[in-house]
């Protein structure tokens, strides 16, 4: 179906190898953007800052190298579109569960499958989970 442009090709790169396969997986049937990986310091310190991320530097699964995590969004990209959210992080997690990859999805952090009890959803965030 989709394939990733030069851009998100080079922000995947910068992410854990899991999450590279996975996520080459995930848009052969669901096309998607990947908006960011890994993050230096002054970029994690303005999402903190904007309330975009709840960990301030350097405790985000994004500012370790290859990141633990990544942010992808389902193109084209309509933020308001909340459903369609749900619907990628189910088919994300779905392929993971496939290939043996667990993963944390920002819009359920507990890993309950219940996502009305976040109190901070972050809808393109991914990352891989501590065993």
Partial sequence: MGKFSEHSNQLLEQCHPDLQRLFREVVKGFDCIVECGWRGQEEQDYYYKIKKSKAKWPNSKH??????????????????????????????RAKAEDLGIKIICGID?????????????DYPHFQLKEV
């Fill in 109 to 121: 952090w507990d890993n309950d499958t219940e996502v009305d009890d976040q109190s901070f959803n």
């Fill in 63 to 92: 500012n370790c190298y290859p990141s633990k995590a990544v942010d992808v969004t389902p193109y084209p990209l309509e933020w308001k579109d909340i459903n369609r959210m749900y619907y990628f992080a189910g088919y994300v």
